[in-house]
C-alpha cells in the first residue's frame, strides 16, 4: 500500500513537473515572438478553408485600373497617374447615380501640374459637390537620420491638413508612433491642398506587413501626438456608420457606437488594436472580366476602368464594349484603386501571392460584417 502511495505521489509531482515546464516553455518562446509563425499558419489555413465564393458584399464595387486600363491610361493620356480631370469626370459620372460612398485608394499629392491648375479646381469642386469621398495620405516613421527638412513650414502644412480630419488621440490605445506634436522629421505624403479641404475625410493608406511580407491585420488608427488619423478604410466606416469618436474604444476591442457590438482585435503585441482581417473568396465567375482574375483574389464585383471610361463617352470605344451607366452605382460603396503590375499597388495575403490594391474592401467588410476574427490565443 505504502508502495502505491509514492507511487501516485511520484507520479502527480512528475504531471505537475511537466506542466509547470511546459507552460514556462510555452510563456518563453511566447514572449519572445518564436510561436508567431505557428499563428500565422493557422491563420492562413483558416482563411484558406473560410475564403466562401458567396462571402462578397454586393453593395461594394471596385474601380479597377487592371493591366488593360493602365495601358490605356499611358497611351492615351501620356501618364500614369492621368490628368485629375480623368478623376473629375469620373466622380460627376458616379455622383449622378448617389452612391454611399466614393473611395479613392490612390495618392493626389502635388498639384496636377503648372498648366492643368483648374483641373485640380474641378476635381475640388467634384468632391465638395458629392460629400462623401475619401481620399488617402501616407505617413512613416523615419529611421534614424533618414529626413531632415531645410523648413518646418511645408511639413507644417501638411500635418495641418491632416488635423483638420484627425480626432482626439486616446492614451495607450491605436498604433502610437510618438508623443511629439507634428514631428518634423516624419515623412508625410498628404493630398494636394485644396483636394484635402474637399474631401469628406482622410485616410492613411499605410499597410502593415507581417515578418513573411504578408498582410494579415490593419490598423485602426495611428495616434501621433494628442491626434489619432484613420486609416482609409476606418475613415470610410466612420464616414458610413457615423460613427462617436469618444467611444470607439472598448476593453478588448473596438466599437463603431455606444450600442454596437465590440469588434475584436489582434491579440499579437504587433496587432494591438489592429484589426484581424478576414479575407473572402471569389463571389462568382462574372465579377472578373473574361473570367481571367486569380483564385482569391476578386470577392466582389469588380469593373477595368477602361470599362468606365467607355460609360463616360462611349466615343472612346469600340461597340460592344460593357458600359455602366450611373445608376447602376446606386447605392454602392465604390472603391477606385489599381491592380496594374506597373501601379505597385499589389500586396501578398493569405489567398495569394498579391492582392489588387483593394484592402480597405477587406476590412470594411470585416468592420461592419459581425464575422469578426479572434487571434488563435483566443479560439
Not at 505537475?16 to 510555452?26: E, I, K, Q, R
Not at 469620373?90 to 491648375?117: C, E, H, N
Not at 504578408?214 to 489619432?228: C, D, N, Q, T, W
Request: hydrophobic fraction near 35%; aromatic fraction near 10%; include cysteine.
Amino acid at each position: 500500500m505504502a508502495y502505491l502511495d509514492r507511487t501516485r505521489k511520484n507520479f502527480v509531482r512528475g504531471a505537475v513537473l511537466a506542466g509547470l515546464s511546459t507552460a514556462l516553455l510555452v510563456l518563453t518562446l511566447n514572449y519572445f515572438d518564436v510561436l508567431n509563425w505557428l499563428e500565422d499558419d493557422a491563420y492562413d489555413t483558416r482563411m484558406s478553408l473560410s475564403a466562401k465564393p458567396n462571402t462578397g458584399d454586393p453593395d461594394i464595387v471596385i474601380l479597377d485600373v487592371d493591366n488593360a486600363s493602365f495601358d490605356v491610361f499611358k497611351e492615351r493620356f501620356g501618364r500614369w497617374p492621368p490628368t485629375r480631370l480623368v478623376w473629375s469626370e469620373t466622380l460627376k459620372y458616379l455622383s449622378r447615380g448617389k452612391p454611399r460612398a466614393v473611395v479613392f485608394d490612390i495618392m493626389f499629392g502635388g498639384p496636377d501640374s503648372d498648366f492643368q491648375i483648374r483641373n485640380d479646381a474641378k476635381f475640388a469642386e467634384r468632391m465638395r459637390d458629392a460629400g462623401n469621398v475619401v481620399i488617402g495620405f501616407t505617413i512613416n516613421k523615419p529611421l534614424a537620420g533618414e529626413y531632415k527638412v531645410a523648413t518646418p513650414d511645408p511639413i507644417l502644412a501638411k500635418w495641418m491638413l491632416l488635423d483638420a480630419d484627425s480626432i482626439p488621440a486616446v492614451p495607450g490605445r491605436g498604433t502610437s508612433w510618438g508623443t511629439e506634436e507634428h514631428p518634423l522629421n516624419y515623412p508625410l505624403n498628404t493630398p494636394w491642398g485644396p483636394l484635402a479641404k474637399a474631401a469628406a475625410g482622410l485616410g492613411s493608406t499605410n499597410v502593415d506587413l507581417d515578418d513573411d511580407g504578408k498582410i494579415r491585420h490593419v490598423p485602426l488608427e495611428f495616434a501621433v501626438g494628442s491626434h489619432a488619423y484613420n486609416s482609409l478604410f476606418m475613415r470610410t466606416v466612420r464616414l458610413l456608420n457615423h460613427q462617436e469618436d469618444s467611444t470607439r474604444w472598448a476593453a478588448h476591442g473596438f466599437r463603431l457606437n455606444r450600442d454596437s457590438p465590440v469588434v475584436p482585435l489582434g491579440t499579437k503585441d504587433t496587432q494591438k488594436d489592429s484589426l484581424l482581417l478576414r479575407w473572402h473568396g471569389n463571389r462568382n465567375a462574372e465579377n472578373c472580366a473574361k473570367g481571367d482574375c486569380e483564385k482569391g483574389n476578386f470577392a466582389y464585383l469588380r469593373i477595368p476602368y477602361w470599362n468606365i471610361l467607355c460609360s463616360i463617352q462611349r466615343s472612346l470605344c469600340n461597340e460592344g464594349v460593357e458600359t455602366f451607366p450611373p445608376d447602376f452605382f446606386r447605392n454602392k460603396i465604390v472603391i477606385i484603386g489599381a491592380s496594374a503590375t506597373g501601379s505597385y499597388e499589389n500586396h501578398p495575403t493569405p489567398l495569394g501571392d498579391t492582392v489588387p490594391g483593394f484592402l480597405e474592401i477587406t476590412c470594411c467588410t470585416t468592420m461592419s460584417s459581425g464575422r469578426h476574427l479572434h487571434g488563435c490565443s483566443r479560439c
